[in-house]
């Protein structure tokens, strides 16, 4: 399991080089990766490239490829270096993953800790949380004392004079 | 209902009929519509205000009236009771009922205000409303219950006024879902299906257009593919479509084609846009040309301002209530305001299972509307 998360960490962590949200992730059928992304909100410019929703399109064209139904992802673990968010945490259900293993709670969007969606769907994936938690904080931590170079939101800058 | 078998059979024909006349008669209804749209609030700034018991004593001297108020607004401070004024008349409130912990007044003062313990001269509980007042009528019933202070905003009685948009705003609105409508009627075309069936259809899609308001344009439009693809609702395409027009984007089935089409069009599929460009030919398209400190030089952008930036500022009209993954995404994407006509019971995150936008958790909040049918 850990050896799964440090491959999400190291994404995670190639995220914060090309100064994005140090997200990453990976999905995982049979012990084996299948899929694995990181955040590319910025390089995209499109502000819902989250790591997972980067996976799900890896999954999706590999079942186009390979003739398989989408209920292929009820086979898939997720490992995500922080709490999906609400959107990514919906996405994942909408594709009907099996299961959701995160590192650090995300306290400004998680798909739990701020609104549960788990409530509002009804086929739901375990989730669980706190996987090399404080090492996905870091990376956090690491990236909100810089500022993010594309928003011209200056409350980032507030934060680097803390 | 169980029909004799005696009778012909009720006619087939009657009940099939093609989507696009369904679509039609929305359509018709919507441009007869008088009404103002609705703004989706917090249930809090509509419900009547609940009440809660607060212990409320009797001054047996007027006297002391502005003393006691002094004395319990230093000793008794009511977090939660701010918005009450503390008294009324000769009864003064001393706190919630909830403060006293099944104890008697008297040695509750006893014990937290000694000094007030002989200027009532009896005790009673009252309701009191429980939370302040965020519009003048919560405030006027309030008042019934017990006086409050209230800070009237402007804003919040246009909310609740029922008269939100003008004659005007209302007909661009109604336009751009108009727009909608048609979206969806051209890529459904020759769709037959019964009239439940349609419904049904219907409410498991969604059509999505992005305007820029202060341009009076349309960025991007989206039909929906989330039979192939289930992450590709009509929103999440949109938002992908906007950044198109911002030199980016990550759905791009033809990359060498997507590079020849003019940046400010590229959110919207060329045929489709011809096609809208008829049917609607007052509508500007196109987005704002984009740019971008990354992708200019100092010359280039000289007395330029940077953008736009994600869907700063754009409002967003929808066929359906737009689902949880749709919905956290037009907050990720900081649009400024979401339309949609029909409400998504099942996972719905405007209005029907949660409220996204009056979340104040989260960073970014826009407005949302409904009602226009
Ligand atoms: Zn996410
Ligand atoms: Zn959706």
Redo the contacts between chains.
Sequence with gaps: MEEFMHRALQLGGEALQAQEVPVGCVFVVDNKIIAESRN?VN???????HAE?NC??LV?EYCKSKNLR?DYFQNITVYVTVEP???????LN??GVKEVIYGCAN???GGKT??D?SK??SNNYSLSGNLLADEAMALLKLFYKGTN????DPKCKKILKE | MALDSAEPEPKRMKTSNKIEEKLDEYLKNMKSATWNLTPIVEEDLYKPIPVVQASVGIIRDPKDISKTILTLNDKVPMKELQHLKRAQKKEIVICPLSYLNGAKIEEYLENNVKELKEVFEEFKVCDVPSRPPQVRKQFEESNKVWPCNFHPNKYNEKLVSGSFYNEQELKTHRQYMEMVFEVTKFYMKGLTATNIDSDKILRNLNTCVVVDPSIQSVVAVCFDNRLKHPVQHSAMLAIDNVAKTQNGGSWVADREKHETIDSTLRGIDEELCCHLKEKFPQVKFGAKKFKSKRDMSEEELQGNDIGPYLCTGYYIYLLNEPCVMCSMGLVHARAKRVFFCFNNSEFGALKSKVKLQTITALNHHFEAFTGFL
């Design positions: 590319r390089e995209t410019r499109n502000p819902t490239r929703i799900i399109d999706i989408h968010c609400i959107m990514c945490a919906a996405a909408n594709v306290d400004r969007f701020v609104c969606v509002i769907y170079p594309l928003a011209p």
